[in-house]
């Protein structure tokens, strides 16, 4: 019985270190902040430094599905240890770049630090997870929390960094370092439980609920998983859009420039409540409903910031980018509860990896919006995609059902 009490009490400091070690991984989305010093350095275009969020999200899900094999083969903590090295290597040698082509950012920052941060956000989450077979919502909540508050407090600490004496490139080093320096001492800390750990069990199996073990080829085969795939792709898409021009947009519609900063951060806290509470709601009034409300938050977050960039609004931009990093963050927590529920544990960080992809296709999106801004000169164009894109995963989500 003492086993079993010291068992259920560790488990909530590993989901501490698991937040702490996806807030530094989570720097990866404030992208909008980070740019800034190769656009006015090397003047690289707007579309290529989309290019390059888009090729960090790709490598993210490839780092996702990655990062489940090495979990499966060498053990988690040789897997976060790697992808420490590997992430800080990226954004180390982001800081070194010449400016002589973009191609060596897309390898630096898109390949090798997307890559680090895939396998790190894929292992941590399967590992806290397993500890948590009870609050299945709420655990990966907290964890997508951690990961979409990054922006605020690392992003708004490098925008600072970036103007002081310290410079880009050093910026980049010491975010490199640290991330590298917390995803190793993560992994030295958390484990999963043993075989002699007794876990809460769910509090009911229900049709809602229960879980069959599917493997990740079975999961495939199933029409679930494609209409679930495409609907979290369209269901992100506004979201992946309105993180990659967050700053551009607010400035668009009359924003003071450090305004629009700051709303990158609060873009990044409404990332986090959206996750956490998401979770939260996954747990207390099941999936449907859950995916249901994002459907109807993503819908209004599309409609608004078309109305606020159509008629020039600062206040209902303010209002859309809210609701976007909201309805952007229900999506990451959707996917990893949804996973479970619908396709067991037992396959889990392969499974969920695969259904991780979801936003690879977002971020495609992401680069499409980019292209219909440069195109036609203003916002309109990519937001009607997007609230198009939007209606389209409602419909989905209807004819969602359970395997």
Known sequence: MQQTKENLSI?????????????FAGILYAWSILKAPFAAE???????????????????CLGGLLGAKL???FGHRTAIILSGITAALGFCLTAALSGCSVILLYASYGVLAGLGI???????????????????????????????SSALVLGNLADRLFKSSVGWRMTFVILGIAMGAVLILAALLLKKPGADTVLPKPAAKSAETAALDFTPTEMLRRPSFWMAFLFLTFLAATGSSVI???????LAVGSPESLAVTLVGI????????RILAGALFDLIGRRKTMLLANILT????????????????????????LSGMSYGTNPTITAAFVSAFYGMKHYATNMALMTFSAMGASLIATVSNSLLASS???????????????????????????
């Open 118 to 148: 895939g396998i790190a956000y894929n292992v941590v989450i399967s590992t806290v997870s397993a500890w948590f077979p009870d609050k299945k919502g709420l655990c990966s909540g907290c964890l997508m929390m951690g990961f979409g």
């Open 377 to 403: 000169g203003g916002y309109t164009a990519p937001f009607l995609m997007l609230l198009g894109l939007t209606l389209v995963s409602l419909v989905l989500n209807i004819f969602i059902r359970k395997p």
């Open 42 to 60: 090397f003047g690289w275009s707007a579309p290529d430094l989309a290019l390059n969020f888009t090729l960090a999200m790709c490598c993210f």
């Open 244 to 250: 990659s021009f967050a700053k551009d947009l607010a």
């Open 267 to 274: 873009l990044s806290v409404c990332n986090g409540l959206g």
């Open 299 to 322: 819908i209004c977050a599309s409609g608004i910031t078309l109305l606020a960039v159509t008629i020039g609004s600062l206040p209902l931009c303010i209002l859309g980018l809210c």
């Open 71 to 73: 979990s499966g083969r």
């Open 11 to 23: 488990r909530w400091f590993y989901l501490t270190v698991g937040v702490v070690a996806m807030l």
